[in-house]
């Protein structure tokens, strides 16, 4: 973003799309945790789906989740095209080490 605002308005309206990370397989952020957290045997645990339904009537987030579920069901990307015109590349931080940093942000890792 940083490198967007140094460029300046490039047009009247601007819409920028971050690539970013593709989980290819449904397991690929899983993996990078576990190496993130240096711990290769995190159990991996399926998402609830049938609890949300239920809750649907009385919690709010479980109906937005519900309207939202399409997401999980169908893979899909962000053209990052425009972004790579206008900046030459996607700058990236490697997944692995993306990770590892919001762990330590969200104190979910012991200090080094």
Not at 14 to 37: C, K, L, P, Q, V
Not at 91 to 109: F, G, H, Y
């Amino acid at each position: 973003m940083a490198r967007l605002l140094d460029l300046g308005p490039q047009a009247p309206f601007e819409r920028y799309n971050f690539d970013g990370f593709y989980d290819a397989s449904g397991h690929d952020m899983t993996d990078a945790i576990r190496a993130a957290a240096a711990k290769p045997k995190l159990p991996e645990k399926k998402f609830p789906w049938w609890m949300i339904p239920l809750g649907a009537p009385f919690v709010t987030a479980f109906r937005e989740v519900r309207e939202m579920r399409y997401l999980w069901r169908k893979p899909h990307r962000l053209d990052n095209s425009e972004l790579v015109k206008v900046l030459g590349e996607e700058p990236r931080t490697p997944i692995i080490e993306a990770v590892r940093q919001s762990l330590r942000d969200l104190k979910c890792l012991e200090e080094e």
